[in-house]
């Protein structure tokens, strides 16, 4: 039997979501967790992999199993797992449905404020300057990037995706006035991203934002498919995984 799992994560204790050794991970967190409950190895695959610091807001995955599950399971497992990690649902899927090939669509929001918090340390980007990036420009940076399906200029170098190209469907800018802080979001969904892309193209966002690069610099570098002549990535505690569409 497959079973998909609808969860969250605060990412900032976790070397990202893929297990890796000597680094505690998301995935192998849960793969303890699920494996103690149900006395059996199981294995858990996610619908993608986000980097260390990164949070998921809505993530999907699946695990097989070979029985019904126990009764109040969710939650157990949700009484287990640290603070960090909250399941919100599992149900029985198709044998066949994959949680990370069969995801059309993937959705991040990145959050970026202006005056220091400490409650949201972590969760957002404080950005420590007096001279805010025009938020105009930093708009039609995102929407010169619908016009394009290869990012190369937006992959981190030591990449090993085998293609550059991308479907994205929203790349937009939102201020929204919180009763604590103004805080600016980027939204943007695709049907798949390239290692470190958001991060890298909120950068360069604020980099146009700011006078740093120009809007014709941009357009060079994704119509020649190279580098920026100057990158920027911005912190991974304002980056959210926040959708997933099968």
Not at 37 to 45: C, D, E, H, P, T
Not at 119 to 127: D, M
Not at 222 to 245: E, I
Request: proline share 5%.
């Amino acid at each position: 039997m497959r079973y998909f799992v609808e969860l969250a994560y605060k990412g900032t204790p976790f070397h990202g979501w893929q297990t890796q050794p000597q680094k505690v991970s998301v995935q192998e967190v849960l793969e303890d967790a699920f494996s103690r409950m149900l006395r059996i190895k199981i294995s858990i695959v996610g619908c993608g992999r986000t980097d260390a610091g990164v949070h998921a807001s809505q993530f999907i995955a699946h695990f097989d199993y070979n029985g019904e599950l126990p009764r109040s399971f969710v939650e157990r497992l949700n009484k287990y797992l640290p603070p960090e990690i909250v399941i919100y649902e599992i149900r029985e899927a198709p044998e066949d449905m994959h949680a990370r090939f069969d995801a059309k669509l993937r959705g991040y929001t990145y959050r970026m404020i202006f005056r220091k918090n400490p409650f949201l340390k972590n969760l957002t980007y404080y950005y420590p300057y007096p001279n805010r990036p025009d938020f105009e420009k930093m708009q039609e940076a995102a929407n010169l990037l619908l016009g394009y399906s290869v990012f190369f200029p937006f992959c981190k170098s030591n990449s090993d995706a085998k293609t550059m190209n991308c479907r994205l469907q929203k790349a937009i800018w939102k201020q929204v006035d919180n009763t604590e802080e103004e805080e600016w979001q980027f939204h943007i969904e695709a049907n798949r991203f390239l290692r470190g892309m958001v991060r890298l193209i909120v950068g360069m966002c604020v980099n146009v934002g700011t006078g740093k690069l120009s809007l014709e610099e941009v357009k060079s570098a994704l119509d020649n498919q190279r580098r920026l002549t100057l990158d920027l990535s911005v912190p991974a505690g304002g980056l959210y995984l926040s959708k997933v569409v099968y």
